[in-house]
């Protein structure tokens, strides 16, 4: 079993709400791990979104807007991150990426469609 | 918030070795880890590994046996070597640092170099 699993797409539709998930491996909970999220588009390195942990323990990136959240899903053993009035710019793959084990470890990304 | 420069040789044969160097423009070189990260054409994020600035390692347990990553602080610079290249090595490999470090009210987040195309091929 991969240590992050995250679906390998996911379509919405402008101005409405997506829920990507990145899931845990089950003997290791969302709730010890920083999960960070990334956002890349082609050609282009990974962008730093936030990074969180708990609602009181989370550092957004600097020019991120508000409207890029993070949450975790206890019921479902992962880190979610949150995009609130989708936009066509948003349309990118999402990567999350945690410190386990003495070693970063990326889910394998998420293709976001805004259509 | 530092900037990464990174270079290297982009064509390489099967067997040989790759080598890319990352140089970090401002910030601290010596307060954190650099890592190396590398995406095949198409495909997701992996982590090579990292080193700080006193040479002390971590690498990715699929890689680590042709990985040697090193570290020349009198140049704020750290390089890649990946030995017996093949046709799977190929990818665009990045330099960054990973980690998010909070010191006070400064919160340092991660940062990426540009990327360099590697191809392996005969």
């Known amino acids: 079993q991969a240590v992050l699993t995250q679906p390998s797409s996911l379509s919405a539709s402008p101005g409405a709400s997506a829920s990507l998930t990145c899931t845990l491996r089950s003997d290791i909970s969302p709730r010890s791990y920083y999960i960070y999220w990334y956002q890349q588009k082609p050609g282009s390195p990974p962008q730093y979104l936030l990074r969180y942990k708990s609602d009181s323990d989370k550092q957004q990136g600097s020019g991120v807007p508000s409207r890029f959240s993070g949450a975790t899903d206890a019921s479902a053993n992962a880190g979610v991150l949150l995009i609130s009035g989708l936009q066509s710019e948003d349309e990118a793959d999402y990567y999350c990426m945690i410190w386990h084990s003495s070693a970063w470890v990326f889910g394998g990304g998420t293709k976001l469609t805004v259509l | 918030q530092e900037q990464l420069q990174q270079w290297g040789a982009g064509l390489l044969k099967p067997s040989e070795t790759l080598s890319l160097t990352c140089a970090v423009y401002g910030g601290s070189f010596t307060d954190y880890y650099w890592s190396w990260i590398r995406q095949p054409p198409g495909k997701g994020l992996e982590w090579i590994g990292e080193?700080?600035?006193?040479?002390?390692?971590n690498y990715s347990p699929s890689l680590k046996t042709r990985v040697t990553i090193s570290v020349d602080t009198s140049k704020n610079q750290f390089s890649l070597k990946l030995s017996s290249v093949t046709a799977a090595d190929t990818a665009v490999y990045y330099c960054?640092?990973?980690?998010?470090?909070?010191?006070?009210?400064?919160?340092?987040?991660?940062?990426w170099g540009q990327g360099t195309m590697v191809t392996v091929s005969s």
């Open positions: 080193i700080n600035h006193v040479g002390i390692t």
């Open positions: 960054a640092r990973l980690a998010l470090y909070i010191r006070g009210y400064d919160i340092l987040t991660p940062t």
